[in-house]
Every structure is written in structure tokens, then in C-alpha cells.
């Protein structure tokens, strides 16, 4: 457990956080209104956000965009999060590459999560909003999104993909503590919830199904606005704090990363430690390899398919461009319940496409090795989706050591484990299996989607 | 959740550690030999102890003890932790009282546990040891230990009270996680639980009885030394470096305490903060006024008696000078397990028989109410041990706000809750209660004490 730290001050926080898609040479295509297949407007956007965020959403224009001294603030509870080279990671593997990992684990609710939450939250409150909603998988973003609707005085409903609310117990209570309503997903609340249930009685939730849910509520209550922790635009451009500190820190260590590597379900935590280092690639400067980490059972970066999809299970969303499964694809009750859901974000689907970003899938047990082992080494014991970057991490340092190299890694540790217990209880008892997901299941869900591309 | 942040740098952390004793114009009592009644030797404590532990622990005359390099370098992990002014909760609470708390959460176990951990895994390991020994009771230490013997190459097996075995399962999935043994106590493995277990079948343990397992393992296997996160003097050295950096960083916000406030088990966060404050008491300089926060169930300071007593509920250890309930003493199964124990370390009982530390009692509930206000307005979810000192430090703001006059209020956060959620599930459903301490049982159980004092 020798670690060697590179902290930052204060000052040192962002004030602008950066949005790529300013940059980016093919810009990500436009989402769509399913009923007119033409692109929507930000005022389209506004019964569903608040209007900075839908704004944000479309911008394509501006590369920096202002962080607000109130969200900044708050930011300062936790943040410059520290930078860390993981010596005794790389003591026990033995190996030539030089790890380092972003440890966004430290904030107050234990995961990136706030960073975004607290912008939504703040921009809501100016437009005067007085109630919000969102979905969450395994909780990370509802115990985030629940601090901030907290800190700015708003009320907020969860919808909790049920496998989740029985696996992560101590996440819903998280939630509840600081003053949020928590609702299993699928529930007979909405409309979504009910067709569902109605359908497969016994039906465990996916994030889609959860969104379908948080969306028809929001949409029916007065004054109310529906917040997300991923897959959006102006979520990513939130979360590029991470990558703009890690910059920095990357610079106090004299070296610049080879492999940047984050953790994917809709890509919040992996765009923001990778958009800011891709900035200078993009614009032809320093190259870097950029990897999202998926799990096997939801690969929808390595083998989905890149098609006009819906972001949640109902259809209630706009169109969106995206590497997808599928939007009625149900994903296995893995333990990183952040990462079940079906596609993956506009900007990040049109780099992939574009071959400025490689994704890899990742067994859940070579998953929960590779966390063992960084607890072990490094002192944390990493969140079940953060442990998808460590093992795609050691992947990386295991090659170096085949290459007999040295090899600069970053990654994102997304956030800790300590609420994620049983799941380890589980695998250290033999309990947990790998789901890889059968090329037929992936044939069957998008056999279903329209071909709009 | 505005809060105010002071933060030290590296090479802020304590190079020594502050021996109270040294200053003590009354030094505590000896410990003593059960047999003889005589004062224990250093050389009699080596079979339990690591050497260098057993001359801090009789250590009168040295005022600083150099914090070896290897256990500073692992204080880095998390060290200096931030000193936070507390905005959110003076908001709330709408009173003159300026209040701060020093931030013990933020370690990568959660807890201050860890500045004691280290220095002891350290000097076992210096020493050749190969195998320790401890017990735990909510968890907080055990996980502490498990990350010290993890760091330093130590076996460790872990006697976890078994009422907290059960309350707080996902500590002990830690403990394993870092690779500790973990046994729930009383148990069938030694002398003293299933002599114990034989009396009462039921019985859901102690921190005594933990201890007596512990001890008498440690003493049973080759190589083998035992540990303790509380009670023991050089326990309450190695916690000194919460208050020595809590002091720059008050010097930072240009004020200094008027009342410094610890919750209170055995005495090591709470000593932690206050000693270094004390010490300027000590010699003359500024008063000020220490208080320990204890359960209302386990009232050792406030109720207790100033007598000798086993640290341990078999009888194994030497004979301590404590304010106690009686080494045979059953604490109600509060959440807050990791004051659930009989006895106050020495140098407290001496500073409290001498009127320079206070003592308030808490019920339950009144704790959870205060938990609940502070994660509301602070962000942070506090351990039930933690938010008896919340309790205390409201106490002081409402008196502050009834005088209508300022008080600077200074209280430690122990550690997070983020593992103890099923108690805050039991409170907000109302189904947990007070578990005031009759005095018949106090009698009862003083009753039994060989008078020596």
C-alpha cells in the first residue's frame, strides 16, 4: 500500500468545464423527434430539462463552458480529488507500465456521480423547478443526485431498478437519509411501470424501464424536471472536471498517459476522464489511446450495433444516436448495475464510430479478481463498475510486461465499493458467474430496432 | 451543505506524536499485576504487546514520540484529513455558535481507527511478529487493523462482536476483503467464549468478551501478539496527531475552541482531539472545556465508578485504573457497537476524576435526530458512534443560541455511516428506542468489583 499522491489546491478546480463536441470534427448526429424523425429543438427539450441543460445538450459551438460559483462551491467539498500512482499495484504485478488512477471515490457519496448532479440540481433551483426526478441503477447516481436535490432545497423521486434495490439496500437508504423518495423500477406508479409489470410479473428492472418511469412522472407533475446521471451530452461535458484535474496532475508526475481507460455504462465517468486528454489528439497534438471498459453481459461499445435508438425502455425519449442493444434489451443482474443499460451516448458512440476510441468487455470475475487485488495493494476497495476499468488497466500492464516496456495507464476509479459488500461476499464464496452475452440475444433486441441510420 | 474547508499540506502531518502523561500533574494509576496487585513491568506486557508499544504504553516522561517514517509515509494516504466549518448545520440550527469538526471519515476505511492501526502493524512487523490478534466491535477498528496487517504483511484474525457480526455485516465482508479471518464473538475457538457461551447460549458478545478471545489466541500462537483499537494509552498517543493537526487548522480559521467534543468507548477519537488541546491547559494556558459524548446505555464517565477493573471480561488483562461498569457489564445492542464497552482508558479516568474532562450521556434516538440534521445540511452520512459527539455539539450550539451568545464549538467525526444504513433504516421506521441504564444494573454489576482503590 505505498501510494504516491499528486493533490491539487483549491484554485486548482476548473472553472470552465470542456465540451468536445465543439471540437470534434464529425460532430455527433442530432437527436431526433420519433414522431418527425426531424432533429429537436432545445425549446423540444424544455417540458424535460431545465433550459441551461437543454441548451447545453445542443451546444456544438463552445468548447468551455462556464462553471457556476455555486456548483463550483460545492465542488469544493471534495474536490481537486487526488491523483494517484498505484506503486503497489504495480509492485505486485510485477510490471514495467507505470499505473496511475484518478480517485473519484473520495466524494461525500462515493462515486463521480456528484459532479453532474450537483449542476442539474443548481440549475433547476434558478429556473425555479421544485421537484425532480431520475432513475438509478445501483445507486451511485441516486445517492449523488439526492445530496444535491438536497443542497439546493428540491424534492426529488428515484426510480431504483428493483435487482438493485434488493442487491444495494444500503444505497436506498442512502437516498432516504438525505430526504429522497425511493421507488423500486419497474413499479405501478406510471404508466411504463404498469405495461411492464403487467407483461412479466416478475420482471427485475433495467435501467431503460427506470428512465421510462422517471420521465412519465416528471412529465405529469407540475414544475418538475427530469435529471439524468449519464448518457446526455451536457452529463459528460459536467464530468470533464475529472479529466481537467487529472491533466494537471498528470503534469506534476512528468509523464503524459499512453492508455486513458474509464469504466462504461452510458459513459459519464468515462468521458470525463477521457475527453480533456482527447481534446489534444483532436486537434492534432499528443496521441493516447482512449478505453471504455464494458462488462461482457452489456457490450454494447464492442458488439452493438450504431443506430438510431431510444434512451429508455417505453419510448418516451427522443431519438438518440448510439452504439445500442437494443432499447427492450434486459441485461444479466450483474453487480455493476451501473453499467446494464443498453447504449451508450451520442458523442461517445460518434468517436467510437470514428476510431478515437476502443472499447473492450471484460468477464464479471476477471472483474472482481482484478478488484480484490487493487484492495489488496492500493487500501480501497473499488465499486463493482470501477473495478471494469482496474481490470482493463491490469490487461494493459500485463501486456506491457509481455512487451518488456514501460507503459503510462490512467484510469478513472469511479467510486468505492464499501455499499457493494455482498456482491464480494458472493464472489469470494463461488457464488458469482461470468454472462457473456450470446451473439442470438444481441441478433434478437436489435432485430427490433428501426433502421433510421 | 455550505461548509468551509481547511485543509493542511503533507508536510503538515505530525512528525511526533503527544504523550499526555508526560504533562499530567496527577499521572494515571499503574496498571496492575491481578495476582500481586503490583504494577506491571514493560517486560510483562511483552507476551501481549510488541516492545515498542509496551514502553509507550508505560511512557510518563516523554511529551513527544517520533512517528517512524514508514508509518508517516502511510498516513499520506489520506492524511492531513480536512478541518471543516460546519455552515450548513449553524444554519439549520440558527445559532451564534460558530461549529467546527475534524473530518476522520475521509480515511480508506472510514474511520480515525486507522492512525492507531498502522503504528501498531508497524512495529509488530518490525519486530519479527508474523500473526496478530484483536477484536472489534461495530467494525471500525477491525477494518482499520485488517488494512494495517494488509500493509505491513501481518496475518490477522479479528474476534467482531456478534451482535455487529449481524448489525453490520458488510464491515466483516471488509475485514475479508483485505484478507482477515474474521470471527463472530463469543465463540466456540477459545477458553473464555465457549465457557461463556456454555453459561449463556444466547449471549451476543461484548468488547470484553471479544478481548478476552483475542488475548487469549494471541497468547496461544507462536509469533503472535495482539492488538487494541481503544483503552490502552498508547493507543490514545498514536490518535493525538486528529488534535495536533486540528489545531494548526483552527489557527487557519482564527479562532480556538471553547468546548472540544469526542464520542467516548474506550476513549481513542475522543482522546485523539482533545489531548493536544488539553495540554495547553495543563500548563497554565487557554481553558477551555472537553467533552465526552457516551451512550446513554453505556455511561461509564457520567455513571460508572473510578476503581480497577479487567480490561477484558474473562480477567485476562492486567488490572486497569478506569471509570467502569464492571468488567461483566452486557451493553444494550445499540448500533453504535463501537462504544459498547465497560471501562474508560486510564489517563482519561485520571483527567476526569480530576475535573478536566466532562461527561454527557446520549439516548439513541437523540443521536440518530442529530445524525439526520447533520447529513442534511453537511453531506455526510456520520457513523452512530460519530453522531454522539453531534449530539453533544447541538447541546452546546442550543445553549449557545438560549445565552444568545457565541461559542466556538469543535467536535471530531469519528467516521462515516455509509455501512451502518440498516440503523437508519430501523430509525426512520421507528423501530429503534432509548436504552437508558438503570441504576439497579449499574449496581449490580459494580457490585461484583474487588475493591482495591
Same mark, same amino acid.
Request: some cysteine; overall charge negative.
Given at each position: ?10 484554485? $486548482?478546480?476548473? =472553472? ?11 460532430? #455527433? ?51 481537486? &480529488?487526488? *491523483? ?14 507505470? /499505473? ?13 456521480? *456528484? ?14 423547478? &421544485?421537484?425532480?426526478? &431520475? ?35 444500503? @444505497? ?21 411501470? @404498469? ?23 416528471? /412529465? ?21 472536471? /475529472? ?17 486513458? /481507460? ?16 482527447? @481534446? ?13 471498459? !464494458? ?7 464492442? @458488439? ?26 434486459? #441485461? ?21 464510430? $470514428? ?11 476477471? =472483474? ?68 457473456? *452475452?450470446?451473439? !442470438? ?13
Amino acid at each position: 500500500m505505498t501510494t504516491k499522491k499528486f493533490l491539487l489546491q483549491e484554485k $486548482d478546480i476548473p =472553472t470552465a468545464w470542456y465540451n468536445i463536441a465543439a471540437d470534434m470534427e464529425n460532430k #455527433p448526429r442530432p437527436i431526433l423527434n420519433p414522431a418527425t424523425k426531424e432533429p429537436v429543438s432545445e425549446e423540444e427539450l424544455y417540458p424535460l430539462f431545465a433550459r441551461e441543460l437543454a441548451r447545453q445538450e445542443l451546444n456544438r459551438t463552445e468548447a468551455w463552458i462556464e462553471i457556476p460559483c455555486e456548483v463550483r462551491d460545492l465542488y469544493k467539498v471534495w474536490r481537486p &480529488t487526488p *491523483l494517484v500512482r498505484a506503486l503497489g499495484l504495480e509492485k505486485a504485478l510485477d510490471t514495467p507500465a507505470h /499505473i496511475y488512477f484518478k480517485n473519484e471515490s473520495v466524494s461525500p457519496v462515493g462515486s463521480h456521480k *456528484l459532479n453532474s448532479s450537483l449542476a442539474q440540481a443548481y440549475y433547476c433551483k434558478k429556473e425555479g423547478v &421544485t421537484h425532480v426526478t &431520475t432513475e438509478t441503477g445501483a445507486g451511485q447516481w441516486g445517492a449523488a443526485m439526492a445530496y444535491a436535490a438536497k443542497a439546493f432545497g428540491l424534492e426529488l423521486a428515484v426510480y431504483m431498478v428493483k435487482v438493485s434495490y434488493h442487491q444495494k439496500p444500503y @444505497r436506498r437508504s442512502i437516498m432516504q437519509t438525505f430526504g429522497a423518495q425511493v421507488i423500486a423500477s419497474p413499479s405501478m406508479s406510471t404508466k411504463a411501470g @404498469r405495461k411492464i409489470l403487467t407483461e412479466q410479473p416478475n420482471y427485475q428492472g433495467s435501467l431503460g424501464t427506470a428512465i421510462s418511469e422517471a420521465v412519465e412522472l416528471a /412529465i405529469q407533475t407540475p414544475n418538475c424536471k427530469y435529471t439524468l446521471g449519464s448518457v446526455l451530452n451536457h452529463v459528460m461535458l459536467h464530468q470533464t472536471v /475529472i479529466g481537467l484535474e487529472a491533466e494537471k496532475q498528470m503534469e506534476m508526475a512528468g509523464e503524459y498517459p499512453e492508455v486513458v /481507460i474509464g469504466c462504461f455504462g452510458g459513459g459519464s465517468n468515462f468521458s470525463g476522464i477521457s475527453f480533456p486528454f482527447l @481534446r489534444h489528439r483532436l486537434k492534432g497534438g499528443k496521441a493516447l489511446r482512449i478505453v471504455a471498459a !464494458e462488462p461482457e453481459s452489456c457490450p454494447k461499445l464492442t @458488439r452493438g450495433q450504431f443506430q438510431y435508438d431510444f434512451g429508455d425502455e417505453a419510448g418516451y425519449t427522443p431519438l438518440i444516436p448510439m452504439f445500442t442493444l437494443g432499447h427492450g434489451f434486459a #441485461p444479466a443482474h450483474i453487480h455493476a448495475g451501473g453499467l446494464r443499460y443498453h447504449g451508450a451516448g451520442a458523442i461517445v458512440s460518434q468517436l467510437r464510430k $470514428d476510431g478515437l476510441v476502443e472499447a473492450v468487455d471484460i468477464p464479471q470475475l476477471e =472483474t472482481f479478481d482484478a478488484a480484490t487485488l487493487f484492495a489488496r495493494t492500493e487500501g480501497i476497495i473499488p465499486a463493482p463498475e470501477s473495478s471494469h476499468a482496474i481490470a482493463a488497466a491490469l490487461r494493459e500492464a500485463e501486456q506491457a510486461k509481455l512487451e518488456g516496456k514501460p507503459r503510462v495507464i490512467l484510469f478513472n476509479l469511479s467510486g468505492h465499493g464499501l455499499i457493494d459488500m455482498a456482491a464480494y461476499d458472493q464472489y469470494f464464496a463461488g457464488d458469482l458467474g461470468n454472462h457473456r *452475452l450470446s451473439d !442470438e440475444d444481441i441478433r434478437k433486441n436489435l432485430g427490433e430496432l428501426e433502421q433510421i441510420l
